[in-house]
């Protein structure tokens, strides 16, 4: 039987982002009582989720996403805070968010008016940029809301990082990492 795979568009993260978060949960990872922890090399920020696509519908986006980000250059962003989803006591995301951007925001309205216009079905909730850290809370107590802190580095500076590229990712729900590039779409080099 064929597996269908499911697709989405993504801010890649710099390899040195993904360092630095995997050493933040290798140092905290026993304060936050998660089940599974998502592999480093699958952090991403979600612009818009594609689910299973049609090749037809699936070679269109990749045919129309170049030029729609044409204008776009790099960027930077900054880590910011912890967050949650679910409920409060047992939650099923933890995840680490980045400080409210325009360009970030920007790129995500694009992604998703394109792959509205090609017919694909989206999530309408509110863009809420997020990296997915871990699922399914199994801590014997309730989650404490006070660990939900801002991630700094050893010296407790921000970690800012550079966005330079759009990912259309496949998922492979057997293999680990899961997230495997399908195409790449890069930002115009900043202006200096």
Not at 119 to 145: M, Q, V
Not at 176 to 188: C, D, V
Request: hydrophobic share 35%; proline share 5%; aromatic share 14%.
């Amino acid at each position: 039987m064929e597996t269908k795979h499911h697709y989405f568009f993504a801010v890649k993260l710099p390899k040195e982002m993904k360092d630095f978060l995997n050493g933040w949960i290798q140092s905290n990872q026993r304060d936050y009582e998660f089940g599974r922890w998502v592999h480093p090399e699958d952090y991403h920020i979600t612009l818009a989720f594609l689910g299973y696509a049609e090749e037809k519908k699936l070679q269109d986006a990749i045919e129309t996403m170049s030029s729609v980000l044409s204008d776009l250059s790099s960027f930077s962003l900054t880590l910011d805070k912890l967050g949650i989803f679910g409920p409060m006591k047992s939650p099923r995301i933890f995840w680490a968010g980045v400080v409210e951007s325009e360009p970030l925001a920007e790129v995500q309205k694009k992604v998703f008016t394109q792959c509205l216009k090609l017919g694909f079905e989206l999530d309408k909730k509110p863009f809420r940029p997020h990296i997915t850290l871990a699922r399914k809370y199994k801590g014997e107590r309730f989650f404490n809301s006070e660990k939900l802190k801002s991630i700094r580095t050893e010296d407790h500076q921000t970690f800012e990082f550079e966005v330079s590229e759009v990912i259309l990712y496949e998922t492979h729900l057997d293999q680990s990492p899961k997230y495997k590039e399908f195409a790449r779409f890069p930002l115009n080099a900043k202006n200096t």
